[in-house]
């Protein structure tokens, strides 16, 4: 049983190579974006 679960973990590993899956948590915000300096905010920055 546990050479059927080495094998399940290398197909798992080389699907995930060659079509791997969007996981939005990898890629956070790091800041404000630039919609926000276009509008315009609090924070004293200008669209100008």
């Given at each position: 049983?546990?050479?059927?679960n080495?094998?399940a973990g290398?197909?798992a590993a080389?699907r995930?190579f ?6 939005p948590?990898r ?8 919609a926000?300096?276009?509008r ?5 920055v200008?669209a100008?």
């Open positions: 049983m546990n050479f059927w080495h094998i290398y197909a080389i995930e060659v079509a791997p899956t969007y996981r948590e890629y956070y915000m790091r800041g404000p974006g630039p926000c300096a276009r315009g905010n609090s924070l004293g200008s100008n």
